[in-house]
């Protein structure tokens, strides 16, 4: 099953269906969290995106737009149209994964096993919210960095295949530096993902206006 295709041939035609029917449009989801400024993406446990993420394969190529919430207990990732409606959803925690897509629901244990069934892109879902926010892991081998020391090509080796990740340009948003496009590639497969909106969250508990505040005692 190649959904690469189909989802190429179905955006066009979900961003007609979407101006005609505005009461599809799906919005954010209703999160306890509440935005927070950080000096660095290392201190946003949890945090959502925006931006745009372009697929380009062998066989075809497409763009769309990208939503990503990242906690420290889940993922949830939305490619919609331009009005907001939803082409495909993949979300994820410690029980496993789920994609809806063409309104069926898949489910699988491993989020990136389960969107290669589906789409055939072999894409690392759980080390991308370190790339995204210009971090690398333990694992990664740094080939080059720009003026500023940050990474600018940096090599993956998780898998059989690595990846090459490309920071191509930075920004400052939430009060951190990120990148606000990279670019992904491995044999035949190549992703940018430009970060339009990136916001840092915090939990809402913790800057509850409702908890109590210690008494000045003498």
Known sequence: MNNLNYLTKIIPCLLLLSSLLLSGCVSKPNINLLPVNVTNPEQAKSWEMQGKLAVK????????NLYWLHTE???ELRLTTMLGTTVMSL??????????LDGKTYRDEDPELLLKRLTGWSIPIDILPLWITGQISATDQV???DQANRPQTV???IGQTPWQVTFKSWQTQSGAQLP???EL???DIRLKIQISQWQALTDSVTLSPETPEKSNEQ
């Open 143 to 145: 080939l080059s960095r």
């Open 73 to 75: 207990y889940n993922n």
């Open 185 to 187: 590639t491995r044999e």
């Open 155 to 157: 090599q993956s080796h």
């Open 180 to 182: 606000r496009l990279l």
């Open 57 to 64: 394969t062998t066989e075809d190529k497409f763009s769309t």
């Open 91 to 100: 979300t994820s925690d410690a029980n496993g994964a789920e994609l809806v």
